[in-house]
């Protein structure tokens, strides 16, 4: 049986074998775009290399790691955030040719981390989760590189990450409710505190239909995640004498307090206030009525966070940039349908 070799891939590819040997090793010069076409053509041939060969002639391994903490609670690998990260780096590793292991670590131990890289010769690290800043700067220090994915701390811009565009889900959220007919709207914003700018953006694009300030009232901090203060606002906005006609919440739990409070109060969800919400888990979809919801670009990110890894590992400069801000998607249902159905249905000139 014929195993397929370097010069295999590299006529499949239209490239020189000395090409195909640096886009599969991933050393020297190669362009994106070069090295993307080498690794479609292994991947048809069912190429497969000697990783052990490899590592002994090169001095170092295509082994990338995902570390989770040691605190991390069982079925958290199985959560739909977590698998889908996991499922996007695992993808993304065998697209590049890169190998991919899962550890368990004391993310507060940069030492502990600083041993995994050398005895595991890890190339470099991906975050699923928050690490303490003072650990990133010692990996910097130590030039071991890494990435988070779906999250970074506010005030370090410049550290290496890959994930939501929490601007475009502010905007997206907003335009959508404007479009439907909501005139008046309270958000509940956890996110610009943790994460990105969803409220500045809520607001821009409310600003941009020329409605007034004050018909979006905007409540932002963490405490607006869910729970007491979440119920505490959707209450006093439901009960004042300008009730609001749509309710964005920034997460799900969220969503299915505005539904309980609305019904407490003979408000029909998607009907009589159209509600959305950001995220798009296991709880949007099964609210009646569905809600309409922005989903986090998950897969697509980790996977990109690969191919940022790369360009990082094979850049002859290491001090590269990576920030990458991916657009989720608008998962349209009746949340807030209906409450456009009703609004057009009640402006119709009556006989």
Not at 222 to 240: I, T
Not at 241 to 249: C, N, S, T, V
Request: aromatic share 8%.
């Amino acid at each position: 049986m014929h195993h397929p070799g370097i010069i295999d891939i590299a006529r499949k590819a239209g490239v020189g074998k000395s090409t195909a040997a640096r886009a599969l090793s991933g050393t020297g010069a190669v362009s994106a775009r070069t090295r993307e076409k080498v690794m479609k053509a292994a991947e048809a041939c069912k190429y497969r290399a000697n990783t052990a060969a490899r590592t002994l002639r090169r001095g170092h391994s295509r082994l990338l790691g995902v570390v989770l903490p040691e605190s991390a609670t069982p079925g958290f690998l199985s959560h739909a955030v977590s698998a889908q990260k996991l499922e996007g780096i695992a993808r993304g590793a065998k697209r590049l040719g890169y190998d991919l292991q899962v550890f368990l670590e004391n993310l507060g131990d940069v030492e502990a981390l600083h041993r995994l890289a050398i005895d595991k010769d890890v190339r470099g690290f991906f975050f699923l989760g928050h690490v303490e800043p003072t650990v990133l700067d010692l990996l910097k220090r130590y030039r071991i590189p890494w990435i988070a994915i779906n999250w970074r701390y506010a005030d370090r811009l410049a550290d290496p990450h890959c994930w939501t565009d929490f601007a475009h889900a502010g905007r997206t959220l907003t335009e959508h409710l404007i479009s439907v007919g909501c005139r008046r709207v309270i958000v509940t914003d956890w996110l610009s505190a943790q994460y990105g700018p969803f409220g500045e953006h809520a607001r821009a694009a409310w600003s941009a239909a020329g409605l007034p300030a004050a018909d979006l009232i905007l409540h932002r901090g963490r405490e607006f995640q869910h729970g007491p203060a979440v119920a505490d606002a959707y209450a006093r906005a439901l009960d004042s004498a300008d009730r609001p006609d749509g309710i964005i919440a920034t997460f799900e739990g969220a969503a299915k307090q505005a539904y309980t409070l609305l019904q407490e109060r003979g408000l029909r969800p998607g009907v009589d206030v159209a509600v959305a919400t950001f995220d798009d888990l296991d709880t949007a979809a099964n609210l009646a009525p569905a809600c309409t919801a922005y989903r986090q670009p998950l897969f697509d990110m980790a996977e990109s966070a690969v191919g940022e890894m790369d360009r990082l590992l094979t850049s002859p400069r290491r001090a590269l940039t990576i920030a990458r801000d991916l657009p989720g998607t608008l998962w349209v249902r009746d949340s807030t349908t209906l409450f456009n159905f009703n609004f057009n249905f009640n402006r119709r000139p009556q006989p």
